[in-house]
């Protein structure tokens, strides 16, 4: 019975040392434990930290791009604005676009009412071209109507001038119908009042009347005398029975050489196949009175109208 009171004796102690072998390493192995786990904890730690800079880095570089195109946008922007003005009104608001239309409507109105009065402007001087039209001139077709018009002054009814008759050239009435105005071309009819009556090419409503004497500057005599002053003129119809006056007025030898008098309702509603001149008096000159040039004025009539 001893040997195995024995036995038991020395198993006890071999099954102590085996539990304090395993307490030992289980001791010894739990720096290692936590160790493994310190570095797994570090590795899933780096590598969340990794993934967290890529992702940052991929924003950052989002991020870098879309300020890089911002940046292109601005520059494309100044580019349009300054070196391609016609694009300008892509990008203008609404309110800026019509009020930019509404500034070149402006504009058109403008140029065309410029159109329109410089249309006026031509249209008025043709009328005044055609108006100031001379209908008393001979080679025109213009004549006198001597017998109802004054007779002419000559020499001979100067006492002086009967001495040399041969000296003694008269002067036709009909000189008043043509240009030439050189001083002594005109044409004399005795005393200070006379009248002359110029049949005209063709009907015409009549619009004014010209008037021309010499000045004192070119008269031989040095003076302007023998210039008609008051006048009246006078619508005469074809038959010579009926006339119309149409003006008076005075030519006044203080102002110019060529003097033109507008006449009422002009141009007179009715057209006239002749006009007459009365001369009521002159500047002093008491033997007769001169009259350099004639000029009738108006429009011809339609063939329609009546005289």
């Known amino acids: 019975m001893r040997p195995s009171t024995q036995g038991s004796a020395a198993q006890g102690p071999a099954k102590g040392r085996d539990k304090a072998t395993e307490i030992a390493r289980m001791v010894f192995s739990l720096p290692c434990l936590l160790a493994v786990a310190l570095v797994s904890l570090w590795r899933h730690l780096l590598s969340m930290c990794l993934l967290a800079a890529r992702k940052m880095s991929l924003q950052k570089k989002a991020f870098l791009q879309v300020v890089f195109l911002l940046l292109l946008l601005a520059l494309a922007a100044v580019y349009c604005g300054t070196s391609l003005p016609g694009l300008k009104p892509l990008w203008k608001s609404p309110h800026l676009m019509a009020q930019q239309d509404q500034e070149e409507v402006a504009k058109l109105r403008a140029e065309i009412s410029s159109l329109k009065q410089e249309v006026e402007e031509m249209k008025q001087t043709l009328e005044v071209y055609v108006e100031m ?34 000296f003694c050239t008269p002067r036709s009435p009909d000189r008043i119908l043509q240009p030439d105005v050189s001083p002594g071309n005109c044409w004399p009819f005795p005393g200070h009042q006379g009248q002359v009556v110029i049949r005209l090419p063709a009907r015409v409503h009549l619009t004014a009347v010209t008037v021309q004497h010499i000045s004192k500057e070119v008269s031989p005599s040095g003076t302007v005398i023998s210039a008609p002053r008051d006048i009246a003129v006078f619508g005469v119809d074809a038959g010579g029975e009926e006339e119309t006056l149409l003006e008076t007025f005075m030519y006044d030898v203080a102002k110019g050489a ?33 009259i350099y040039r004639v000029e009738v004025h108006g429009k011809m009539a339609k063939p329609d109208s009546l005289n």
């Open 133 to 166: 039209s001379d209908w008393a001139l001979q080679s025109s077709g213009a004549s006198i109507d001597l017998q109802r018009t004054s007779e002419t002054y000559t020499c001979k009814q100067h006492w002086f001038w009967q001495f040399v008759e041969p």
């Open 258 to 290: 060529v003097q033109r008098f507008r006449l009422k309702n002009a141009p007179h509603p009715r057209a006239f196949s002749y006009i007459k001149l009365v001369v009521k008096s002159n500047w002093g000159n008491p033997e007769y009175t001169c």
